[in-house]
């Protein structure tokens, strides 16, 4: 089966049975138009015999190599197993060439923290608001996030 087939069937699965949003499927479209892309460049026709274990890390290597962020080619990466996970469950392909392949790490940055000093200026801040209750409720806002080390969409819900 010709790769270029396999990709619009899942796509097609992906939106019609799955329903996954448009955008969504825009990242897919990107992310295996640039995998097509880079089997041409290594003249590898694009038969789902041909993507195998070894073409997958290279094309890994490739991505890093361009100067890809970690997220970017994990991303990339999860697009191709999603599609054989896909195309195994349909018998299209009997192993799946990106199971031994293990995604790129994250690299995490080290959190960044306010200073008491700055955390002091940030409440009184508050203090300068016209009204009343506003000031009040910024205060609490903050004092929460200062205090209790919540994120955003924790003080939210």
């Not at 990106?98 to 995604?103: D, H, I």
């Amino acid at each position: 089966m010709d790769l270029r087939d396999a990709v619009a069937e899942f796509l097609a699965y992906l939106e019609h049975e799955r329903n996954y949003s448009p955008l969504t499927i825009t990242s897919y479209k990107s992310d295996f138009k640039r995998f097509l892309e880079f089997l041409d460049e290594r003249a590898v026709p694009p038969k789902l015999q041909n993507v195998t274990t070894s073409v997958v890390r290279q094309y890994i290597a490739s991505l890093s190599q361009a100067g890809y962020a970690p997220s970017t080619v994990g991303r990339r990466v999860a697009s191709l197993k999603s599609l054989f996970n896909y195309l195994c469950n349909c018998e299209y392909v009997t192993r799946n060439p990106l199971a031994p392949v293990s995604m790129p790490k994250r690299k995490r940055g080290i959190p960044t923290y306010l200073s008491p000093e700055e955390c002091r200026r940030l409440l009184e801040a508050t203090d300068q608001s016209h009204f009343f209750l506003l000031a009040f409720r910024d205060k609490a806002i903050l004092g929460t996030f200062i205090y209790t080390g919540l994120r955003r969409g924790e003080l939210l819900s």
